[in-house]
């Protein structure tokens, strides 16, 4: 859910402002951009960027013409989001996890002569609280209950150079959340992704991250795990 809403929304939000008659160049979509949206979004689409000059570099495409050609970016950019989205596919139908997120199981239909009604549709579909009603975090919730009452007892303190108010912020919610257990939903999940991304993590699996409080986290619901320096760090720590 967190990759479509953090990625896959943003893209096909910005895929809309590229192709508006009023937007003459890929700059000037990338100009309104970055003043109209917060941080996470900005970041999805510079990764897009990034990506986009990769390929024009590889595959010896004129860079020019996709800044120019509308027609050009609006084709690129849809088949785009559409691999993208295509990745995650494979990932959340593999039929051993019954309990997934609602949200992540709403179709993006993709018919090239009809792609902005099918864009428009799948963000409405997403977005819709109406459609996480009766969501799988109560089932989820119950069936992993072990791992949040061990994080509920807890006892752990912070540790030399590791921040502990993220991890404190996360417990203070599941305790919340254990005792309005009737109020659970799709909202409130977001409320403790961290601890449910640490849940999900498959055996085998390194998950990598720059958020401390994993490191805590780690320690009750023991995972595989690495640390990356945050943004803020690779500045502090540059000329």
Request: net charge positive.
């Amino acid at each position: 859910m967190e990759y479509i809403n953090g990625f896959i929304i943003p893209m096909i939000q910005f895929y809309g402002i590229v192709t508006s008659p009023s937007i003459i160049s890929y700059s000037d979509a990338l100009h309104i951009w970055q003043n109209r949206f917060q941080l996470r979004s900005i970041k999805a689409i510079l990764s897009l960027v990034a990506s986009i000059q990769k390929h024009f570099e590889s595959h010896n495409h004129d860079l020019v013409q996709f800044n120019t050609d509308k027609n050009f970016q609006r084709i690129y950019l849809a088949d785009y989001i559409r691999r993208l989205y295509s990745k995650i596919e494979g990932f959340k139908n593999i039929g051993i996890d019954k309990d997934l997120c609602r949200r992540v199981k709403f179709e993006l239909i993709y018919i090239p002569s009809n792609i902005n009604n099918n864009f428009k549709k799948f963000i409405e579909d997403f977005t819709n609280k109406d459609n996480c009603l009766n969501c799988g975090f109560l089932k989820f919730w119950h069936k992993n209950s072990s791992a949040f009452k061990k994080i509920i007892s807890s006892n752990l303190i912070k540790e030399v150079d590791i921040p502990f108010d993220g991890f404190s912020s996360l417990k203070e919610k599941v305790i919340l959340l254990e005792m309005n257990i009737d109020k659970l939903s799709c909202l409130k999940c977001v409320e403790i992704g961290d601890i449910i991304i640490s849940i999900e993590c498959p055996k085998g699996f390194q998950l990598e991250h720059t958020d401390y409080a994993f490191e805590y986290i780690t320690k009750i619901i023991p995972f595989k795990h690495r640390r990356l320096l945050s943004e803020s760090q690779i500045f502090k720590d540059s000329p």
